[in-house]
């Protein structure tokens, strides 16, 4: 674990909403008393139409998990109709455009009440129902997240499809939840560069013949294809629309929304998450760990395809009436200081971003972070990968000039919220360590065996009891969701992660156990590249892995043996690269493509991925046990033909 100087906690922190004592004191509660913690802060956090029955009831074995069970409420409320009596002309969203000379917009909480009501309404025009599931492919505009809170408003279900997955991924995303709507735009603007949104629905949509419309936001004005009947105007349709729409008592266990994630198998699943656990989790960890004060700008840099972006951009800053800051664009446009500019610009307090994010901007020194002043920021947070300890400081130093704690925050997209965290005003940090439980979570490590590892050690990362915003099921398939996650140590959620503790308790992930891939904080199954792979007429067999990578965190390594008869070549390397671009998107491109003429197998043919990782990781000396490999020649010709950087 780093040697890195422990960070106490500062004055500045000392009024914090939790301290050390508090934080103490609540976690033993939210553990030994949780019907009598979670009723005090679904009270607390939320506004209820009916007050719930049973706080929860759970089975991890079935992996089901069912929280304030009788209680209705309605997340787009509130997110937005009860801060309007005293709130109602505070910015909720603040919008920074990919251009620098486009002005920036401020949509207060009665604006946004009136974008999400005429949507609403004209989603019902459409005839989408209570349950019923609506697609969003958007750029980050305002409309993605009125969009959003529009479904909630109804009660229909989003599936966020990220802006940078293809045409075969939005379709199959499509697919798999049955989605009958798509609310896009035009073209999405990144960097100075446009991104053909509509195009790529219209070529998903060639499979999906049950999507009957298609809203369409105008963000450049670019000619599109157009479908009479199945294609609206988004302008057009909600200025025609009223600008009322009554929000749909929800019950606290119905379907907010589904998420496709990664996993080591297969294609991506999606992940679904309900409305009151959900939204508690995402509120009270937005106010706690983000220290959050009224009037505070708070900016998370996610996309809101990820879940990053659904509970910190959109969910758990506005439960609590927040100001929320959306970006379009990238950090290194039109240069590496964008990112410092926009938080002086909008008077940012608080900012949350990705450690390869951090890494990248680290590599263009620090001129263009003391360009700008920050002299806004209070805290900082990190999210998505874990951070090393190098980048930690120089986030601390240079960007936070030393003042301000940095949160590193560890969940994932089926916690639906934080889960390890630091408090600001409770927790002395360590640089690259994830730290402390929230309140409610109980981690623990686990031997290979099952058995828990007790004080310092490392082992598997798992969830000893559920949680508010616990994933419900995987869309349409409930059994899977029980083999990924409850079955490998029964009685417990398998998170995937492995980590250690130290002697002071505080927990530091590793990384994924399994096979996923973390490139750039994007999460990606090394499964679906290999199907990507194989694609190609001229393939016979992928195998990929991750290597360590400076900046993203992970690159793709892909072993690929071509059929028998073809011949490796660089305009075969670019078909292969080109196919995982239109298979799934420009974030599983490959870093690597090494010529395999065979994969190393154990004479039962299973592919020894082990291996092929040292391989990768140019650990080539240290490649272990190759006892049951059927044929050891297939390594030495792997080694001697490393494609890997040194
Ligand atoms: C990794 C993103 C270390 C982890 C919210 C997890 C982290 C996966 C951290 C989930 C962190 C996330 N430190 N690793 N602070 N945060 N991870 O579903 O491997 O996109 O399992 O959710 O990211 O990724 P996901």
């Known amino acids: 674990m780093s040697e890195f100087p422990i960070h106490p906690v500062p004055a500045s922190f000392t009024d914090a909403h939790i301290n050390a004592e508090r934080y103490a004191e609540m976690y033993r509660r939210s553990v030994d008393d949780p019907e009598g913690f979670w009723s005090d802060m679904a009270r607390e956090f939320l506004s209820w139409e009916q007050p719930w029955e049973t706080v929860v009831d759970y089975d991890f074995h079935k992996g089901e998990a069912h929280w304030f069970r009788g209680g209705k409420l309605n997340v787009s409320y509130n997110c ?328 590193d925050t560890w969940w994932q997209t089926e916690t639906g919220a934080q889960m390890i965290t630091p408090l600001p005003g409770a927790t002395a940090l360590k640089p690259g360590a994830a730290s402390m439980p929230f309140f409610g979570v109980q981690p623990a490590l686990l031997n290979e065996d099952g058995s828990e590892i007790e004080g310092p050690g490392s082992g598997y990362l798992v969830i000893k009891a559920s949680w508010p915003s616990q994933i419900r099921t995987i869309f349409g398939d409930h059994q899977r969701l029980v083999d990924t996650y409850f079955s490998h140590y029964p009685g417990y959620y398998f998170t995937g992660d492995g980590a250690s503790r130290d002697k002071d308790g505080y927990y530091w992930i590793t990384g994924r156990v399994d096979d996923v891939l973390n490139v750039s904080g994007h999460r990606m199954g090394t499964a679906e590249v290999e199907s990507a792979l194989v694609l190609h007429e001229d393939i016979a067999e992928a195998a990929v892995v991750g290597f360590p990578h400076d900046i993203k965190g992970q690159g793709i390594y892909c072993f690929v043996t071509p059929m028998d008869n073809v011949e490796a070549s660089a305009k075969l390397e670019a078909e292969l690269i080109e196919l995982c671009v239109q298979e799934i998107g420009a974030i599983a491109k490959p870093d690597v493509i090494q010529w395999a003429p065979g994969l190393p197998k154990t004479r039962s043919g299973k592919i020894m991925r082990r291996i092929l990782r040292k391989i990768a990781e140019n650990e080539v000396d240290n490649l272990g046990d190759t006892s049951t490999l059927a044929d050891p020649a297939v390594v030495d010709h792997l080694v001697a033909n490393r494609a890997g950087p040194a």
């Open 80 to 407: 937005i109709d009860r801060h309007l009596p005293l709130r109602g002309s505070r910015t909720a969203l603040i919008w920074e455009g990919d251009d620098p000379a486009t002005d920036s917009r401020h949509i207060s909480y009665a604006e946004l009440h009136e974008q999400v009501c005429r949507l609403a309404n004209v989603l019902k025009a459409r005839g989408v129902n209570k349950g019923d599931r609506v697609c969003i492919y958007m750029p980050m505009i305002p409309e993605a997240a009125y969009a959003m809170l529009a479904c909630a408003r109804i009660g229909a279900i989003h599936s966020v499809v990220f802006g940078g997955f293809s045409p075969t991924a939005i379709s199959d995303r499509i697919q798999d939840a049955d989605c009958q709507t798509v609310i896009t735009a035009d073209e999405g603007l990144r960097g100075g560069k446009t991104v053909a949104l509509k195009s790529n629905v219209d070529t998903a949509l060639e499979s999906c013949p049950g999507v009957h419309s298609c809203i369409v936001v105008r963000r450049t004005g670019a000619d599109i294809g157009w479908q009479e009947g199945r294609d609206l105007w988004y302008h057009e349709a909600t200025a025609a629309a009223a600008a009322q729409c009554p929000p749909e008592p929800m019950d606290a266990e119905d379907p907010l929304f589904i998420l496709y994630t990664s996993g080591s198998t297969g294609k991506p699943k999606g992940v679904l998450h309900t409305t009151g656990g959900y939204l508690l989790q995402a509120a009270m960890t937005f106010k706690y760990t983000f220290d959050y004060r009224e009037d505070e700008v708070f900016w998370c840099t996610a996309d809101v395809g990820w879940v990053t972006g659904h509970t910190y951009i959109v969910y758990g800053p506005l439960a609590n009436g927040a100001a929320t800051l959306m970006f379009e664009g990238v950090p290194s446009y039109p240069d590496a200081g964008r990112w410092w500019e926009i938080v002086d610009k909008h008077q940012v307090n608080t900012f949350y971003t990705a450690p390869t994010a951090i890494r990248s901007l680290h590599a263009h020194g620090d001129e263009p972070v003391k360009r700008s002043s920050r002299a806004s920021l209070r805290l900082l947070g990190s999210v998505g990968e874990p951070i090393n300890p190098e980048a930690w400081e120089w986030y601390y130093r240079t960007v936070g000039d030393s003042r301000c704690p940095i949160v």
